[in-house]
């Protein structure tokens, strides 16, 4: 046990060290873009697109990062921000559906499927459940509490209280990620030696009929599910060499891992931001499951039909 929770620690540690290279930058060049002209020039000019989906212009910040980085950038840039929970909620159900796009759509290409099949799906989903969120909640217009993240009095007087603030919120998200990563490798290190995940593939196998693919794709749902897209890209891309799953089941599976994948830690780290963490957990599921099940059907009956020798029968009296 000492040795996992060794292990486990210490890829938490590198994961939080490669990922903290990233918020520390992001957060700090957006915190002092905010007092320059350029970042309130591009919110204005995208003030009207975000107002359909409920957010203000100082959203498309956040959204833009988080597509292009990733789900931890994304939310850097969030906690400088001043969003109300609703709007913090509507960003936090788009990043979870659509983030990291340019890596986490390569490594779906690896495994035999369409860049733009995965981009368009995720960025599909994240404007219809933005849009269906802002018309059907009415709720959430106070402002949001992100955890640790220092609330602002007074706007910052000079460039060297810019910077301060700016590295104090960068720090400060470096350790709620810390907190929260750490422990999450060790479990998931605990999972993986104990031989949990591979259990976990056998009880998923019911699962993976249901939504129309073969048993063996549940190693690819049980990798996406646990570590994500771009963490569990090499158990995705053995378990398409080793196991053989056919070109359908790869492209159900993608599709509902783009909808719901690492799903345990995607929802987790959106705690200390003041949400509610549970509507979103059941969005993201009911999402995949919905999309997946109704697709997978369409496609087998499709199939079936191909096969049938019947419809060959009648296409030759024709």
Not at 50 to 57: D, H, P, R
Not at 175 to 200: C, H, N, S, T
């Amino acid at each position: 046990m000492k040795g996992i929770f060794k292990r486990g620690s210490k890829k938490g540690l590198e994961l939080t060290w490669t990922l903290g290279k990233v918020i520390f930058p992001v957060t700090l060049i957006v915190t002092i873009l905010q007092y320059t002209p350029v970042l309130p020039w591009v919110m204005e000019k995208l003030e009207p697109l975000m107002g359909w989906i409920g957010l203000s212009g100082e959203a498309a910040v956040p959204l833009v990062i988080g597509n292009m980085l990733n789900l931890y950038a994304g939310i850097a840039a969030i906690i400088s921000f001043d969003f109300t929970v609703k709007e913090v909620f509507i960003l936090a159900v788009m990043l979870s559906f659509s983030h990291n796009l340019l890596i986490e759509s390569t490594v779906a290409k690896r495994v035999g499927v369409s860049w733009w099949f995965v981009a368009g799906v995720r960025l599909g989903l994240a404007l219809v459940s933005a849009a269906l969120i802002n018309i059907f909640w009415k709720g959430g217009g106070e402002t949001a509490k992100y955890g640790f993240a220092p609330e602002k009095t007074v706007d910052p007087n000079g460039w060297a209280e810019i910077i301060i603030q700016g590295v104090q919120t960068a720090f400060l998200g470096i350790v709620q990620l810390a907190l929260i990563v750490i422990p999450l490798m060790i479990f998931m290190q605990y999972l993986r030696e104990k031989g949990w995940l591979d259990r976990f593939s056998g009880w998923v196998a019911p699962v993976t009929r249901f939504l129309g693919m073969e048993r063996n794709t549940s190693m690819t749902l049980v990798a996406g599910l646990t570590i994500g897209l771009a963490y569990g890209a090499g158990l995705m891309i053995q378990a398409v060499e080793e196991d053989g799953v056919s070109r359908k089941d790869m492209y159900l599976a993608i599709l509902f891992l783009v909808s719901c994948h690492a799903v345990v830690e995607d929802t987790l780290i959106f705690i200390p931001l003041g949400i509610p963490v549970w509507p979103l957990l059941l969005i993201r599921l009911l999402t995949a499951i919905v999309l997946t099940a109704a697709v997978g059907f369409v496609w087998n009956r499709l199939q079936q039909k191909r096969k049938d020798p019947s419809n060959e029968h009648t296409y030759h009296s024709l």
